[in-house]
């Protein structure tokens, strides 16, 4: 947490970087009206809501478990307690379903916030750039907070999927999420600006070169992490797994 407060709230100067001009001018925007929080402060409070519903996802899931008699307590013992695990397809499995519930929640958020704007600001292009900043967000928590490794794609590995992955999932919920309000809203789109403007707070925060280790790797990788993707939301569907959180 507190390492998103810091990049979002003790970084005010990154949005001053001339490749973030256009949510700069967000920015400026939003100090026009005393009524609204800062945009930075904002940006943190719906990071947090993701963090805050993922995790939800897991108590649900977890709990789901003990009711269905799947031995709930050891399960949340192994995955909180042990440092070093064996690769399992059911830890991703319960990642992107927690993820799931975290975008959707992500964007809820992101709508009402966007909804009580002055009619001047609220516009779909606004709207576009709250949902690319909240995924910048979100992606810190994959990429800082939980210190995944910055370089090379993986799958059947750790207990976490890899942030691209991650970050895929959550693109495709978040536009199946805003098809109502923004239907024109694209995937491939989302993707790619997110990890532009993460780039522009990676350098601030000295984590490497984002197209380097993620953007270039998406390019490259993108239908393999789509069929990943597929794989395990096919899993999800199989007996055994009645617990997520869904």
Not at 76 to 87: R, V
Not at 207 to 213: A, F, H, I, R, S
Not at 231 to 245: C, D, I, N, Q, W
Request: net charge negative; aromatic share 14%.
């Amino acid at each position: 947490m507190e390492e998103i407060y810091d990049l979002f709230c003790n970084y005010h100067n990154v949005l001053d970087d001339p490749e973030l001009v256009d949510y700069k001018n967000l920015r400026n925007l939003f100090e026009q009206y005393s009524s609204l929080p800062s945009l930075d402060h904002l940006i943190f409070q719906l990071s947090i809501f993701f963090v805050c519903f993922h995790e939800l996802g897991h108590l649900v899931q977890f709990s789901n478990k003990e009711l269905l008699n799947q031995t709930a307590v050891n399960a949340m013992q192994e995955a909180y307690m042990t440092s070093i695990k064996a690769f399992d397809i059911e830890d991703h499995v319960m990642e992107i379903d927690a993820d799931m519930r975290g975008a959707r929640f992500l964007v809820d958020g992101v709508i009402d916030k966007w909804s009580k704007l002055p009619n001047d600001i609220k516009t779909e292009e606004n709207l576009k750039k709250l949902i690319i900043l909240s995924l910048v967000g979100a992606s810190s928590f994959f990429i800082m907070v939980k210190k995944f490794p910055v370089t090379g794609i993986y799958y059947y590995e750790t207990t976490h999927p890899h942030p691209l992955i991650r970050l895929m999932w959550l693109s495709h919920i978040v536009v199946e999420r805003m098809e109502t309000h923004y239907p024109s809203l694209e995937r491939d789109d989302i993707i790619r600006e997110t990890l532009r403007v993460l780039n522009v707070y990676s350098k601030y925060k000295h984590l490497g070169d984002t197209y380097e280790n993620y953007i270039d790797p998406y390019v490259k990788h993108a239908k393999d992490i789509s069929d990943y993707l597929y794989s395990l939301v096919e899993t999800a569907r199989t007996p055994g797994y009645e617990y997520l959180s869904k």
